[in-house]
């Protein structure tokens, strides 16, 4: 069955430091996206990306977030410059076009600042 | 705005009990409900949804407008079920994200 996958499964920063953390979603789904969990509070969405450009993004996805699909498969989150409170776990999705909306979620990047 | 509650944290139940894990929402359109869940050390995957009226591992959850309620149940409990659930709002059929609750872990007892 096919899944979505994000590496690295966890990854620790300084802060100030620039992160891209990693997803290649199901190959035939258009619509990526990435939520943040931080630890002990809700599933937050971020952003949302259909067509090689943002389509949503929620207001937590200021301009030290950017994301990506650089080669067709990878779909990419950038942030910028980390700080402590940017320690959460990230989580890819992706879904098909149209009225299913059903999210397959990847494993999540556990990232940490430092 | 959009908002989803799941007011309880934790719940234990006994296997064989049933089981009813409370969600409520707040959003003036006419949202897509949801359950996820996530069982340990996997991801977070879909158990059910609204407009689909299925029942999926025993699991239904009936969607009352007039109590902006969307809870889970089940009628017979099974180890198995232990898990992190999560209730989820799309805003409209079609859109592209998801509001999610706290999350509820539920714990079946032999």
């Known amino acids: 069955e096919p899944e979505v996958t994000q590496t690295p499964s966890h990854q620790v920063t300084q802060m100030g430091q620039e992160v891209i953390l990693r997803c290649v979603p199901i190959s035939n789904h258009l619509y990526f996206y990435w939520y943040r969990q931080i630890l002990g509070q809700k599933v937050e969405f971020l952003v949302s990306?259909?067509?090689?450009?943002?389509?949503?993004k929620s207001e937590i996805f200021d301009d030290q977030f950017s994301v990506e699909r650089p080669d067709g498969s990878n779909f990419t989150l950038k942030i910028r410059s980390t700080k402590l409170e940017d320690s959460a776990m990230y989580f890819c999705?992706?879904?098909?076009?149209?009225?299913?909306?059903?999210?397959?979620f990847g494993q999540g990047t556990r990232l940490t600042v430092v | 705005a959009q908002r989803v509650t799941q007011p309880e944290k934790l719940l234990s139940v006994f296997k064989g009990a049933p089981v009813e894990l409370k969600c409520n929402y707040s959003y003036s359109g006419s949202p897509e409900l949801f359950w996820y869940v996530q069982y340990s050390r996997q991801r977070l995957q879909l158990l059910l949804r609204h407009i689909s009226r299925e029942s999926i591992k025993g699991f239904t959850a009936d969607l009352n407008k007039g109590e902006t309620s969307f809870h889970l149940k089940k009628p017979f409990a099974q180890e198995e079920d232990s898990a992190m659930y999560y209730c989820?709002?799309?805003?409209?059929?079609?859109?592209?994200?998801?509001?999610f609750g706290q999350g509820t872990r539920l714990t079946i007892n032999p």
């Open positions: 989820a709002l799309s805003p409209f059929q079609g859109a592209q994200k998801l509001v």
């Open positions: 990306f259909y067509n090689n450009e943002i389509s949503e």
């Open positions: 999705a992706s879904s098909r076009l149209g009225q299913d909306t059903e999210a397959f």
